[in-house]
């Protein structure tokens, strides 16, 4: 019993639902071709007889010639070469066309194996190649029933005797208009061409059907993430408005604690830190806004973008912020680097020192940023811990992990030995497009 995750594409499930169909598919393409062989074989033993009853009316002896005997052995070899033939039908259309139609034209053979190989053609294939093989098809057609309708009993002619009421087993002579010949050989021709198209009207429309669903598929998909994004945008909008007035609050009052600090410099310090610090998150809150209202506008936007030249303005401000920091940054052709990777560099340190600071307040920290073109950029923080344990992994690793599972890095982060929490972050080098290098340059 075969079993689908609730997950599963939708395009997927006719696979799964029709295994027992999609079994039994083989077996009714071998049925009908069996059935396409007896009808063709059947044909052929069919027009062999009434030949050889035409040649014995014809022969004064009622005997039949070496020479025709030979040329019944050969229709017959012929007979099975272009029953074979047939199941090439749909890989070499042409080839087995063009094999069963002349085979009637040199041999007292019916055209019905050319008639099931032109219905594959026409399926197949299109253009100027294919009529011409229609033509030749019903040339063949016609030349059959013509020579079959020459005969001058309905023991000697299929169509005559199909025609023309008269004892069973017994031959009786029988007119028959050379008309009904050509028209008969129009009609199979029409119904092996009609098939033909309908069948590749029919896999057109499966194909069509297919992209349709698919399509369809692509369209849900996008209108549920679009909805999300919406949903996301909502969200942001609400905490920038939440959090940009608590950030003006918080300016505001650090900016009167400052004032009223007077003489004491490490409090009116640290006040203007909190000041700045408020400032410049409020300005971060505004960048995002308009990345989220303009998004082709401002996405790219340098004056927006961090840059890998800002690294040491993120350290300075953790010292500032009382935070011991060892660091060392060495970056070779920084200015090459693409702007998404510089964003993610910054980001990917300033958020593992904020993670130091948070869950490590008063142990230093040890920084190392180095890389370029050839090694990539390489991200390590080390620091002790002034808690008995790290805790769970909260958002900000999370966050980390997945800026470098977009760029294609690796990170690894977690307790050795020593009880020293490591983070190490490897990125692959992104080099900056031609035109903005040249930008960079100017």
Same mark, same amino acid.
């Given at each position: =019993?075969?079993?689908?995750?609730?997950?599963?594409?939708? &395009?997927?499930?006719?696979?799964?639902?029709?295994?027992?169909?999609?079994?039994?598919?083989?077996?009714?393409?071998?049925?009908?071709?069996?059935?396409?062989?007896?009808?063709?074989?059947?044909?052929?033993?069919?027009? /062999?007889?009434?030949?050889?009853?035409?040649?014995?009316?014809?022969?004064?002896?009622?005997?039949?010639?070496?020479?025709?005997?030979?040329?019944?052995?050969?229709?017959?070899?012929? @007979?099975?070469?272009?029953?074979? @033939?047939?199941?090439? $039908?749909?890989?070499?259309?042409?080839?087995? +066309?063009?094999?069963?139609?002349?085979?009637?034209?040199?041999?007292?053979?019916?055209?019905?194996?050319?008639?099931?190989? /032109?219905?594959?053609?026409?399926?197949?294939?299109?253009?100027?190649?294919?009529?011409?093989?229609?033509?030749?098809?019903?040339?063949?057609?016609?030349?059959?029933?013509?020579?079959?309708?020459?005969?001058?009993?309905?023991?000697?002619?299929?169509?005559?005797?199909?025609?023309?009421?008269?004892?069973?087993?017994? @031959?009786?002579?029988?007119? /028959?208009?050379?008309?009904?010949?050509?028209?008969?050989?129009?009609?199979?021709?029409?119904?092996?061409?009609?098939?033909?198209?309908? =069948?590749?009207?029919?896999?057109?429309?499966?194909? +069509?059907?297919?992209?349709?669903?698919?399509?369809?598929?692509?369209?849900?998909?996008?209108?549920?993430?679009?909805?999300?994004?919406?949903?996301?945008?909502?969200?942001?909008?609400?905490?920038?408005?939440?959090?940009?007035?608590?950030?003006?609050? /918080?300016?505001?009052?650090?900016?009167?604690?400052?004032?009223?600090?007077?003489?004491?410099?490490?409090?009116?310090?640290?006040?203007?830190? &909190?000041?700045?610090?408020?400032?410049?998150?409020?300005?971060?809150?505004?960048?995002?806004?308009?990345?989220?209202?303009?998004?082709?506008?401002?996405?790219?936007?340098?004056?927006?973008?961090?840059?890998?030249?800002?690294?040491?303005?993120?350290?300075?401000? +953790?010292?500032?912020?009382?935070?011991?920091?060892?660091?060392?940054?060495?970056?070779?052709?920084?200015?090459?680097?693409?702007?998404?990777?510089?964003?993610?560099?910054?980001? &990917?340190?300033?958020?593992?020192?904020?993670?130091?600071? $948070?869950?490590?307040?008063?142990?230093?920290? $040890?920084?190392? !940023?180095?890389?370029?073109?050839?090694?990539?950029?390489?991200?390590?923080?080390?620091?002790?811990?002034?808690?008995?344990?790290?805790?769970?992994?909260?958002?900000?690793?999370?966050?980390?992990?997945?800026? !470098?599972?977009?760029?294609?890095?690796?990170?690894?982060?977690?307790?050795?030995?020593?009880? &020293?929490?490591?983070?190490?972050?490897?990125?692959?080098?992104?080099?900056?497009?031609?035109?903005? $290098?040249?930008?960079?340059?100017?």
């Amino acid at each position: =019993m075969s079993t689908m995750s609730p997950d599963a594409e939708p &395009i997927s499930r006719p696979f799964v639902l029709g295994t027992g169909t999609a079994r039994l598919r083989p077996v009714g393409r071998a049925a009908r071709f069996g059935l396409m062989v007896l009808v063709c074989l059947t044909g052929s033993l069919l027009a /062999l007889g009434a030949a050889l009853s035409r040649w014995a009316e014809d022969s004064p002896t009622g005997e039949v010639t070496g020479i025709r005997n030979l040329l019944v052995l050969a229709a017959l070899v012929g @007979a099975i070469v272009v029953v074979v @033939a047939l199941r090439r $039908r749909h890989t070499a259309p042409y080839a087995v +066309t063009l094999l069963s139609a002349s085979l009637p034209l040199l041999l007292p053979l019916d055209a019905t194996a050319a008639l099931f190989a /032109l219905a594959a053609l026409v399926r197949a294939r299109s253009g100027r190649l294919v009529w011409a093989c229609v033509a030749l098809v019903g040339l063949a057609t016609a030349v059959a029933l013509v020579r079959d309708a020459s005969g001058r009993t309905t023991d000697s002619s299929l169509l005559k005797s199909m025609t023309t009421t008269h004892p069973a087993g017994q @031959a009786v002579p029988a007119d /028959l208009s050379m008309w009904v010949p050509l028209i008969v050989a129009m009609a199979l021709l029409g119904a092996a061409v009609g098939a033909g198209m309908f =069948m590749r009207n029919r896999v057109a429309l499966a194909v +069509t059907q297919g992209r349709a669903d698919a399509a369809q598929q692509s369209s849900e998909v996008l209108s549920d993430r679009l909805g999300r994004q919406a949903e996301r945008d909502l969200i942001a909008r609400e905490v920038h408005d939440v959090i940009g007035h608590r950030l003006s609050l /918080l300016s505001l009052h650090a900016g009167g604690l400052q004032v009223a600090a007077g003489q004491d410099p490490r409090l009116a310090h640290s006040a203007a830190l &909190i000041r700045e610090s408020a400032q410049q998150a409020m300005n971060d809150l505004q960048s995002l806004l308009r990345v989220l209202r303009e998004p082709e506008e401002t996405a790219l936007n340098h004056t927006t973008t961090p840059s890998l030249s800002d690294l040491p303005t993120v350290i300075d401000e +953790t010292v500032d912020g009382g935070m011991p920091v060892i660091s060392t940054v060495y970056l070779s052709e920084a200015e090459a680097a693409d702007p998404a990777l510089a964003r993610a560099v910054y980001r &990917i340190v300033q958020e593992l020192l904020t993670n130091a600071r $948070r869950h490590a307040p008063g142990a230093p920290v $040890r920084l190392v !940023v180095q890389g370029g073109p050839e090694v990539g950029v390489r991200i390590e923080t080390a620091n002790h811990l002034t808690t008995q344990h790290p805790g769970p992994v909260g958002n900000g690793l999370t966050g980390v992990s997945e800026r !470098v599972g977009l760029l294609g890095g690796t990170v690894r982060h977690g307790l050795d030995d020593e009880q &020293i929490f490591r983070v190490a972050v490897q990125l692959p080098w992104i080099p900056a497009p031609q035109a903005e $290098r040249q930008e960079v340059r100017q």
